[in-house]
């Protein structure tokens, strides 16, 4: 007899027009190392191996489609792909599939900030991908990837968003000015879990921009795009 978060999976399964021949190892996909902890008798394991797989065959897909669609250069290419398989896009498939009301959670990461989430679905993502080659093989993981993922490619460059704004800003700087920009941490507020950073980014000592974000390094990312919009009129 099935129970509720099985019938769930299930369910998840055919919305995705995913046929298994294993089920148990979709449902495997979606098992939280932290639920383990609270349930030592439940029949799967968690889903790490799993992720690990799929994290390289998410990167194989992605750089296939990249490479036959672009005519660009190694680091253009790098720069495209690590925007799509990020944590923050990563995550972001995974709430568009509503992968969250199926994990296998303890009643403490329930509970947990929406940043400890985001990881989380990430990683069920990839597992997911993990299983679905295991299970399925190569082509309809591409075309899982094809469909859930890759559509949020044209929303990455027409944003920019897979610039790398801390770069950019730093060679047109010693380009125009013949100076290096630094950063510095102003705040830094929250639980060791969730907390937020704001930080600002220098030139000659002066503050150009300041940027907020979940880590020092996002903080100072933001500060830097916005350096490039106030000095050089270059929105990254």
């Given amino acids: 007899m099935t129970n509720p978060q099985e019938e769930k999976i299930t369910s998840l399964m055919e919305k995705l027009n995913l046929e298994f021949k294993n089920p148990d190892l979709f449902r495997n996909a979606f098992v939280h190392r932290s639920y383990l902890n609270e349930n030592k008798d439940f029949n799967l394991e968690n889903n790490e191996r799993l992720e690990f797989l799929g994290d390289a065959v998410l990167e194989l897909v992605v750089t296939e489609h990249l490479y036959e669609k672009f005519k660009m250069p190694e680091g253009k290419l790098t720069a495209l792909r690590s925007a799509l398989v990020r944590g923050k896009n990563l995550s972001y498939i995974a709430r568009k599939l509503r992968l969250l009301d199926h994990i296998y959670l303890s009643a403490g990461e329930k509970a947990g900030s929406d ?122």
């Fill in 115 to 236: 940043k400890a989430k985001d990881l989380i679905l990430a990683n069920c993502l990839e597992a997911v991908i993990g299983a679905i080659y295991l299970d399925l093989g190569y082509e309809q993981t591409k075309k899982f990837i094809e469909n859930s993922l890759l559509p949020t490619l044209d929303k990455i460059i027409d944003e920019k968003l897979y610039l790398d704004a801390k770069s950019e800003f730093q060679e047109k700087v010693q380009e125009e000015m013949k100076v290096t920009p630094f950063y510095k941490v102003h705040q830094e507020q929250g639980p060791d879990h969730n907390k937020s950073f704001t930080s600002g980014v220098y030139v000659n000592d002066e503050l150009v921009a300041t940027g907020d974000g979940a880590s020092k390094s996002e903080s100072e990312e933001r500060a830097a795009r916005a350096a490039l919009e106030k000095l050089f009129n270059n929105p990254a």
